[in-house]
């Protein structure tokens, strides 16, 4: 989970948000606040959106953002977030505590880190890569 989450007003320009995200290095931005998740822009909500269908820059994030978001807890297994993006065909999703609150952001890339350095695999690969020393 990604614990520092920059969040964007829905009234701002998509291209401030794209602004942000490129700053952020991120691909998604949560709109609203910690106590008020009001949805979410992603990468692909902007080119599927806004580029594709020939919008302007000055379109508000309001207009094209996924308001029906889809959220795990913060003391959910792994299993619940990878059955939930599976079953949803997300690729992030908001973690929340126990007040809704939202407190981090799971994505794919969080996801696939920790599967692959709990693997046995992984982990025997990087050991017979490893040179032994003479």
Do not use: W, Y
């Not at 995200?21 to 949560?30: D, H, I, K, N, T």
């Not at 609203?32 to 902007?46: E, H, N, V």
């Not at 959106?49 to 003391?75: E, H, N, Y």
């Amino acid at each position: 989970m990604t614990p520092d989450v920059e969040f964007v007003d829905a009234a701002t320009s998509i291209q401030d948000a794209a602004i942000t995200m490129g700053e952020l290095s991120v691909g998604a931005l949560p709109i609203g606040s910690a106590d008020d998740l009001q949805g979410i822009i992603t990468d692909r909500d902007i080119l599927f959106r806004v580029v594709a269908k020939g919008l302007p820059p000055s379109t508000i994030v309001a207009d094209v953002m996924t308001a029906r978001l889809f959220s795990c807890r913060q003391d959910d297994q792994i299993e619940t977030a990878l059955d939930l993006m599976g079953a949803r065909n997300v690729r992030r999703l908001p973690v929340l505590d126990t007040d809704g609150r939202m407190v981090g952001i799971v994505t794919l890339s969080d996801l696939s880190r920790v599967l692959l350095l709990s693997s046995g695999v992984i982990k025997q690969a990087l050991h017979d890569l490893t040179p032994v020393p003479v």
